[in-house]
């Protein structure tokens, strides 16, 4: 059964600081997603990684992908207080179908 | 290019009734996901329509069952409603090969 474990769960940093979300997958994806959410609100979807070694960047986020590892990291540079949401990442077994594994979400509080 | 449209936002119920969800795909896409979030359980996969057939199944009670239309419209209905039925109910759809698209989900509250 595949599994997905993010962490922290819960992480409280001052604007201007860095840091990592780890999530890690214990069976082979085909994909791997990240996406945030806003209290109430639905899902945006941040990146979308395919392959070993992927990295993408959009501001201040960067995503990785390590399929060997089977681990994604999230970064977040020099955080603000409209990063302040949920992040969650989600793992997709074969590119043709709606079934996303999702962890447990990670809570990300930016503190001016 | 319109999103994915679900309605209503928000619902009460009470326990023992039933409820259906509609969930309008991106004009084009063909596969229709649901999703059941709450914050004990977070999110979990409840099924999946492409084409009118249900292609994937999440590990539910048959309580909870889905359809989708030759338009590619879905509905998920939840009958006998129990107090632990209470999530944001979202709905996901995707072309072939491409990344879900989630809607803004439904409310449920079932008292």
């Known amino acids: 059964e595949l599994k997905v474990e993010q962490n922290p769960l819960f992480l409280s940093m001052q604007e201007g600081k860095n840091y990592t979300i780890y999530c890690n997958y214990s069976?082979?994806?085909?994909?791997l997603y990240w996406y945030r959410q806003d209290p109430g609100k639905s899902l945006e979807s941040l990146f979308v990684?395919?392959?070993?070694?992927a990295v993408k960047q959009e501001g201040r986020l960067m995503a990785s992908l390590d399929t060997k590892a089977r681990l994604s990291t999230l970064h977040i540079t020099a955080a603000v207080h409209d990063l302040s949401a949920t992040y969650f990442c989600?793992?997709?077994?074969?590119?043709?179908?709606?079934?996303?594994?999702f962890g447990q979400g990670t809570t990300l509080q930016v503190k001016p | 290019k319109a999103g994915v449209t679900q309605t209503p936002r928000y619902l009460i119920k009470t326990r023992g009734q039933q409820v259906t969800l509609s969930c309008s795909p991106i004009?084009?896409?063909?596969?229709v996901s649901w999703y059941q979030q709450t914050p004990g359980q977070g999110l979990q996969f409840l099924f999946e329509?492409?084409?009118?057939?249900?292609?994937n199944k999440g590990n539910f009670p048959g309580r909870f069952s889905g359809r989708q239309f030759s338009n590619s419209r879905s509905e998920m209905n939840v009958s006998t409603l129990e107090l632990g039925d209470s999530a944001l109910y979202l709905c996901?759809?995707?072309?072939?090969?491409?990344?879900?698209?989630f809607g803004s989900g439904t409310q449920l509250s079932v008292l």
């Open positions: 996901a759809s995707s072309t072939t090969n491409e990344k879900l698209f």
């Open positions: 069976t082979t994806s085909d994909r």
């Open positions: 990684l395919l392959s070993n070694g």
């Open positions: 989600a793992v997709q077994r074969g590119s043709n179908t709606g079934k996303l594994i």
């Open positions: 004009s084009g896409h063909r596969s």
């Open positions: 329509y492409f084409s009118e057939t249900q292609r």
